[in-house]
């Protein structure tokens, strides 16, 4: 059985930083796609960044291209996400979530994810 379990979040205020760690247990960690994923009070969820099993293919959401950064420590078995110039707008619950594939892989709604974590609430103030 897969455990995800996030770490991280909390309330900054807008124009501060977060980031977000992530841990998987029950597969090789090398052997998982990864991703974060968010989804605030009646609104979808919605699918922040991907990264592949190696690093070396990520996705990102347009409204937190040049701010936010997916990377994964495949020795120390953590995803994370080094969220900048945070925004009120990016006040939510966040997500990790997990896939075994060694393929690339974009966001979407996560419907392709099995895994998930119990997620890690960010609240940016204005």
């Known amino acids: 059985q897969v455990q995800v379990v996030e770490s991280g979040g909390g309330l900054v205020q807008a124009g501060g930083s977060l980031r977000l760690s992530c841990t998987a247990s029950?597969?090789?960690?090398?052997?998982?796609?990864l991703g974060w994923f968010r989804q605030a009070p009646g609104k979808e969820r919605e699918g922040v960044s991907c990264i592949n099993w190696n690093g070396g293919s990520t996705d990102y959401l347009d409204s937190v291209k040049g701010r936010f950064t997916i990377s994964r420590d495949n020795s120390n078995n953590t995803l994370y996400l080094q969220m900048n110039s945070l925004k009120p707008e990016d006040t939510a619950m966040y997500y990790c979530?997990?896939?075994?594939?060694?393929?690339?892989?974009?966001?979407?709604?996560?419907?392709?994810?099995?895994?998930w974590g119990q997620g890690t609430q960010v609240t940016v103030s204005s």
């Open positions: 979530a997990a896939k075994q594939t060694w393929h690339s892989i974009r966001c979407g709604n996560g419907d392709v994810f099995p895994y």
């Open positions: 029950g597969l090789p960690f090398e052997d998982l796609a």
